[in-house]
């Protein structure tokens, strides 16, 4: 292979390395704490954003390491990793709260599961509820895999004082068919005067499962990650995978990997928006879009042999071909939602009843989510300009051209009209790839390399989604990291229902529908 | 309101015929009576607990009411509280995290109740097994009736387990 020249970013002093065969332009480098405080200064100050922060344990690589930190950014250039080396004695990291406040519960988590801690700020544990000890870190490489107690927790809630202001508990288990976490209200009347979330629940140790997999079996876990992303997680991963591989999938592979992932946006686009019609009682809503979205999977199953095309991407390529007859169908399908669609947007444009209850709901201002640092759907209704197939377009979203999705009013409504704009965006790319998609193999042979690193990284329908892979000596995984977009914007809901009606919550929670499995990990 | 009634005739009634039980999926004897049985085949309430699963089960569930499967017009509906329900609906392997919430669900939910677990997590702990954050299986923390394995089970798939939770015994049924 070519030796790389060294790069630098924001006039930074730091000499990153060029990865290889990754299909998002991808550098790394390692740094000492100050170079890390100081490019975190200057991507704050260029409007680029942390893409994902976490832990290793790197004393089975090398005997005279320690721990290290990873934080990646999103650069105009592509994809940059930050690797901060700690000692083995006493991992402290630096807080980087102060310029993204998002990175607050990925620091929390390095801290619960390596036991490297930030140097100050926030240190309530975040994926621990005392259910084993403060001093077991689960993905250290020398403690063993055992269970113990389970306790109650007492969690240090921020405590809201006041006249007549009192506390409303929710959760873990919530009253419907959701996702458990738990949410503490603190109201004054109806008003919600603050919600602090306390997640974390479904932390089933997914990490730590990873390490000593195959690289091609580690995809299944992957995808199970998050369920309703499980097209996206699988082709991070697979993505991850070929670069510690060398290889590229063929073409024709990439193409119906885009295939998936849109229809994978539309299902739950669908789905969303007949929820939202739900929760402002419009149950005509809800059925009309799960009729749609029943649609969907069905064809979904009958082409591809799974509803949500689970285990349909695998590192190498995917495992389905396409065929005319199945071409054809799509179209069809696609030319049928186009049309409904329009019915069902005219009708909730027109129902003052829902436009009552969507139109300033649960608001994050642009300045706010610039703040906050929301990213993907919920980051594109209160206009911040984060989509990966646009920014940085892996093939064929390179040939594809999607347009990007922008409303400003970062509320409930605009949250269901990026919705509606994607669907139709998508029907569009999906058309767009049946007339284009090349011939070819669809699957190639990945064979895992020893103590190398892949990084994947794809826009999911919430957001975007890395995954980053290391191989140990033995070529197996080593450490495999997954991060959720939710990650980021969970946070911004405890903001966007700020002086909203207890009442609207569901409403708010739902426009935003992030995954609790997803960080949870 | 005439786009939405225009909609809703064009559409007619979608609803497809519901799919026998599977008494292959229970795990236990029945225990319930026969005319309990009756009782519940015609008014069943479930609540649903998702103790740690990767919500792939969830979007099954949730398609359970849509128009297609209208699990409401069995009878069937979900409840928003374990004391109001006859069935616990358990997906996932159960987290360490979650393991006293779902006791407490269990027994809040008033006798005589019933437990299925769904997916191949719930069934037998799955690809995340145990471990030091996952006790595994649904019955390794609380009593199961039915296993509906799968991943995720499909709406029928579901509905056949649920029903079956519902169903006498074969050798029962058989010496009636
Ligand atoms: S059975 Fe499959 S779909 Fe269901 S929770 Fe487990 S991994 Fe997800």
Redesign the pocket.
């Known amino acids: 292979m070519e030796s790389q020249t060294p790069m630098q970013f924001l006039n930074q002093a730091i000499e990153f390395e060029a990865l290889a065969d990754h299909a998002v332009p991808t550098y790394a480098a390692c740094v000492d704490e100050a170079e890390l405080l100081a490019f975190c200064d200057a991507a704050h100050a260029g409007g680029r954003r942390i893409v994902a922060l976490w832990g290793s344990d790197e004393r089975n690589r090398e005997a005279r390491l320690g721990f290290a930190l990873h934080v990646a950014f999103d650069l105009a250039e592509g994809l940059a990793c930050l690797t901060l080396p700690l000692s083995a004695e006493a991992p402290v990291f630096p807080d980087l709260c102060a310029r993204f406040p998002a990175v607050n519960r990925m620091q929390r988590a390095v801290m619960d599961m390596i036991g490297a801690r930030p140097a100050s700020g926030d240190v309530r544990p975040w994926l621990r509820h005392a259910n084993w000890p403060a001093d077991y870190h689960p993905l250290r490489s020398d403690v063993p895999d055992t269970q113990h107690a389970t306790q109650n927790e007492e969690y240090a809630f921020v405590r809201v004082e006041g006249d007549g202001v009192h506390e409303v508990p929710v959760g873990p288990i919530h009253a419907g068919i959701i996702e458990p976490g738990h949410f503490r209200f603190s109201v004054m009347g109806e008003n919600v005067l603050r919600l602090e979330q306390r997640l974390g629940w479904k932390h089933k140790g997914i990490e730590r499962r990873f390490a000593g997999m195959g690289l091609g079996e580690g995809v299944c876990l992957a995808g199970?990650v998050s369920?309703d992303s499980t097209v996206a997680y699988a082709w991070a991963y697979s993505q991850a995978a070929e670069a510690i591989g060398a290889v590229a999938p063929p073409p024709r592979a990439l193409w119906l990997r885009a295939l998936l992932l849109e229809r994978e946006r539309i299902v739950n686009h669908l789905g969303d928006l007949g929820y939202l019609g739900n929760d402002v009682a419009l149950a005509f809503g809800l059925m009309q879009f799960m009729r749609l979205k029943e649609d969907w999977v069905r064809l979904n199953a009958r082409l591809f042999g799974h509803r949500f095309m689970m285990d349909r991407i695998v590192p190498g390529g995917v495992t389905v071909d396409l065929d005319d007859a199945g071409a054809h169908a799509i179209f069809t399908q696609c030319e049928a939602l186009e049309s409904e669609l329009r019915t069902l947007k005219n009708i909730y444009d027109e129902h003052a009843g829902l436009q009552d209850r969507f139109l300033t709901t649960g608001r994050v201002t642009p300045q706010l989510a610039k703040l906050l640092g929301v990213i993907g759907l919920a980051g594109r209704a209160s206009a911040q300009h984060w989509d990966l197939r646009c920014n940085h377009a892996c093939a064929p979203y390179d040939q594809l051209t999607p347009r990007i999705a922008i409303e400003r009013n970062g509320d409930v409504a605009a949250r269901a009209q990026v919705r509606f704009t994607e669907i139709k965006e998508s029907l569009h790319l999906i058309r767009k790839i049946l007339r284009e998609i090349p011939v070819g193999e669809v699957r190639c042979e990945v064979r895992s390399e020893a103590d190398k690193r892949g990084l994947g990284w794809i826009e999911g329908w919430r957001g975007d989604i890395l995954v980053a892979v290391e191989t140990g000596t033995d070529g197996k995984i080593r450490r495999c990291h997954c991060h959720d977009p939710s990650w980021q914007n969970w946070p911004a809901l405890e903001h966007a229902v700020i002086d909203n009606i207890v009442p609207d919550f569901p409403l708010i929670n739902k426009s935003f529908n992030l995954s609790y499995a997803g960080p949870d990990l | 309101m005439f786009p939405m009634l225009r909609q809703i005739l064009r559409n007619g009634i979608v609803t497809e015929p519901a799919p026998d039980a599977d008494i292959a999926l229970r795990v236990t004897a029945q225990r319930l009576s026969e005319a309990m049985l009756a009782q519940l085949g015609r008014a069943l309430v479930i609540r649903h607990v998702d103790a740690g699963?990767?919500n792939?089960?969830e979007l099954e569930i949730h398609a359970l009411n849509n128009p297609y499967y209208n699990l409401e017009a069995l009878g069937i509906k979900f409840a928003a509280s374990p004391r109001h329900a006859d069935m616990l609906l358990v997906?996932?392997p159960v987290a360490k995290n979650m393991e006293i919430a779902v006791k407490r669900a269990y027994d809040a939910t008033p006798e005589p109740r019933l437990v299925v677990a769904v997916?191949?997590?719930g069934c037998t702990g799955?690809?995340f097994g145990e471990s030091y954050a996952s006790c595994g299986r649904v019955a390794n923390v609380i009593p199961v009736d039915v296993c509906i394995p799968g991943?995720?089970p499909t709406p029928l798939q579901l509905m056949q387990g649920i029903l079956a939770a519902l169903a006498a015994d074969r050798k029962q049924a058989e010496q009636e």
Do not use: L, V, Y
């Open positions: 199970r369920g | 699963s990767c792939a089960c997906t996932g997916g191949d997590c799955g690809i991943c995720p």
